[in-house]
């Protein structure tokens, strides 16, 4: 910034440094509209016929009930029958001798279930599956899990998945935000507790499939979510080392991965504004548009106009008797936000007066 200063015949100018802040005290970096580029797909969707959601949550062994030594228990969970328009699912397991499936026999008849889960004794490994009954378009077969066995009498009897915003400084679920396992607590079966003998591995979890993912390299406890984890659940899978423990557990992080694609309002009229955002964004997502006003009542028959470049769109309303707007555009893998203090919130509030 240049300011020049005459009194009389004298004339001095000074030349003075101008930095931005905002208002976190850290220097306003430049807002480019496309800077970032494209934003990833979301991960690929289920076949048709199929769904995910079967998960082996525990591997471990537990004493035999009202009898004598230990027996290996294995912990599923997976969507209750209702949430796949099913009456009930069907445990099977695959036969490698005759290359087919089984339904899984307990007490002498299939077991089946309208819940979400199972709790099972078994006394050797088992490739399993589920299928839906009562479905109207036809039964569904879910994702196949693989169930190891261990005979280390262990286990597993407390965890922590802290995924607060101060591991990184970004809130949960946006990319750059920090997911920590913590507190693993492994007893034997004689209720001495264990230490050592575990590692870790993370993965990402596809939401629709639930295919895992393994991220190379990614074995400690602290993990950071990058652009790569874009639409997947984050999942960390503790394991025993057959010697000291036995087994292992899977724990999911509670939801997807998200992208907060910050963006700004300009040129601003009683017809509309101009909308500019970090990332490109295709028509087809901006029709999710919902722009609601300081009562939060929502304004209907906006007009969204794109231009020649795809982070930008003129945004056309009535904005008659509105002193705020409000902007939500929410995808399954990114949302629209801005950053207040030093955290990146959803959503964009514009005050008008």
């Given at each position: 910034l240049e300011i020049t200063i005459t009194k009389g015949a004298e004339t001095m100018t000074f030349v003075l440094s101008v930095e931005v802040l905002a208002d976190d005290g850290l220097p306003v970096e430049p807002f480019i509209p496309g800077m970032m580029g494209s934003i990833p797909g979301e991960p690929p969707a289920a076949a048709f016929g199929t769904f995910g959601g079967l998960i082996i949550e525990e591997i471990e062994r537990h004493n035999v009930f009202m009898g004598e030594g230990t027996e290996m228990i294995v912990?599923?969970?997976?969507?209750?029958?209702?949430?796949?328009?099913?009456?009930?699912?069907?445990?099977?397991?695959?036969?490698?001798?005759?290359?087919?499936?089984?339904?899984?026999?307990?007490?002498?008849?299939?077991?089946?279930?309208?819940?979400?889960?199972?709790?099972?004794?078994?006394?050797?490994?088992?490739?399993?599956?589920?299928?839906?009954?009562?479905?109207?378009?036809?039964?569904?077969?879910?994702?196949?899990v693989e169930v190891q066995y261990t005979?280390?009498?262990?286990?597993?009897?407390?965890?922590?998945?802290?995924?607060?915003?101060?591991?990184?400084?970004?809130?949960?679920?946006?990319?750059?935000?920090?997911?920590?396992?913590?507190?693993?607590?492994?007893?034997?079966?004689?209720?001495v507790e264990v230490i050592g003998g575990i590692s870790y591995q993370w993965y990402r979890l596809n939401p629709n499939t639930f295919e895992t993912i393994l991220i190379p390299g990614e074995t400690n406890q602290l993990y950071i979510t990058t652009i790569a984890d874009l639409g997947y659940y984050l999942m960390v899978k503790v394991t025993g080392d057959e010697i000291t423990v036995g087994g292992y557990m899977q724990i999911m992080s509670m939801n997807p991965v998200q992208l907060l694609n910050k963006g700004i309002v300009t040129?601003?009229?009683?017809?509309?504004?101009?909308?500019?955002?970090?990332?490109d964004v295709t028509m087809a997502d901006m029709a999710n548009l919902k722009i609601y006003n300081q009562d939060y009542l929502e304004i209907v028959g906006i007009n969204i106009i794109p231009t020649a470049d795809p982070a930008i769109?003129?945004?056309?309303?009535?904005?008659?008797?509105?002193?705020?707007?409000?902007?939500?555009?929410?995808?399954?893998?990114?949302?629209?936000?801005?950053?207040?203090?030093?955290?990146?919130?959803?959503?964009?509030?514009v005050p008008l007066i």
């Open positions: 912990n599923m969970s997976f969507p209750d029958a209702s949430s796949l328009g099913a009456d009930h699912v069907t445990l099977q397991y695959y036969d490698y001798s005759l290359s087919t499936w089984f339904d899984y026999m307990y007490a002498g008849v299939p077991l089946i279930t309208s819940g979400d889960n199972f709790s099972l004794s078994f006394n050797g490994p088992m490739t399993l599956r589920l299928i839906t009954s009562g479905v109207l378009t036809g039964n569904l077969t879910s994702n196949v005979n280390v009498d262990t286990y597993f009897a407390g965890w922590s998945l802290d995924e607060s915003v101060y591991l990184t400084g970004i809130m949960f679920p946006y990319v750059g935000h920090g997911i920590f396992i913590e507190d693993v607590t492994v007893f034997d079966t004689d209720g040129d601003i009229d009683g017809a509309g504004f101009t909308l500019s955002m970090e990332y769109y003129e945004i056309e309303l009535d904005m008659l008797g509105a002193t705020e707007l409000h902007l939500e555009l929410m995808t399954p893998t990114w949302m629209l936000g801005q950053k207040m203090f030093e955290y990146l919130m959803p959503g964009i509030t």
